[in-house]
T-cell receptor, first 116, second 111 residues
Framework: GAVVSQHPSRVICKSGTSVKIECRSLDFQATTMFWYRQFPKKSLMLMATSNEGSKATYEQGVEKDKFLINHASLTLSTLTVTSAHPEDSSFYIC????????????FGPGTRLLVL | LAKTTQPISMDSYEGQEVNITCSHNNIATNDYITWYQQFPSQGPRFIIQGYKTKVTNEVASLFIPADRKSSTLSLPRVSLSDTAVYYCLVGDLGGGFKTIFGAGTRLFVKA
């Protein structure tokens, strides 16, 4: 299957700082990428849909000014958690769709964020 | 988006066949059914996808009845390493396929 990478795999930061997470589709182009967060023993919760060259679409209850999403190219989307607080600590996962094949999504390995 | 319902958990033993059924009564005409596997602290891994009847690949089979209101993921001869959470998702591939995850099924394979 297609490969999606995330960087970093884990990050620890101080409260009040901002953290950027990268999501890359390595062997295909992705017009659409998705960002999820997952708390322990819970399911994935969709945060936003990222479309290349346009603004992201956020799910209800997700603060767009806090979770900044940029999808500058067909292979890269970034999620920036601004002014992070301990309650933002979570597992963040991205996914991407292979535009050319209209297949399902392929997921990245996830990024573990811990805010102290 | 069609809502899905799966058993919360299942137990099995090594070497057995495991069938996990998912209900999706409101599935739309253009919706496909996709199953993912997730291990702790990893992203979901694609297992299989189908539209109707039966699909088989090297790791699983997917059975979809004619009314498509449910589907069954079949894992042949499970091993301890198949212990994971399995998610059933339904969506239109051509329509952006915004994916809403249900609770998933936690499969525990015992020796």
């Amino acid at each position: 299957g297609a490969v999606v990478s995330q960087h970093p795999s884990r990050v620890i930061c101080k409260s009040g700082t901002s953290v950027k997470i990268e999501c890359r589709s390595l062997d295909f182009q992705a017009t659409t990428m998705f960002w999820y967060r997952q708390f322990p023993k819970k399911s994935l919760m969709l945060m936003a849909t990222s479309n290349e060259g346009s603004k992201a679409t956020y799910e209800q209850g997700v603060e767009k000014d806090k979770f900044l999403i940029n999808h500058a190219s067909l292979t890269l989307s970034t999620l920036t958690v601004t002014s992070a607080h301990p309650e933002d600590s979570s597992f963040y996962i991205c996914s991407a769709r292979d535009t050319s094949r209209q297949e399902t999504q392929y997921f990245g390995p996830g990024t573990r964020l811990l805010v102290l | 988006l069609a809502k899905t319902t799966q058993p919360i958990s299942m137990d099995s033993y090594e070497g057995q066949e495991v069938n996990i059924t998912c209900s999706h009564n409101n599935i739309a005409t253009n919706d496909y059914i996709t199953w993912y596997q997730q291990f702790p602290s990893q992203g979901p891994r694609f297992i299989i996808q189908g539209y109707k009847t039966k699909v088989t690949n090297e790791v699983a089979s997917l059975f979809i009845p004619a009314d498509r209101k449910s589907s069954t993921l079949s894992l042949p001869r499970v091993s301890l390493s198949d212990t994971a959470v399995y998610y059933c998702l339904v969506g239109d591939l051509g329509g952006g396929f915004k994916t809403i995850f249900g609770a998933g099924t936690r499969l525990f394979v015992k020796a």
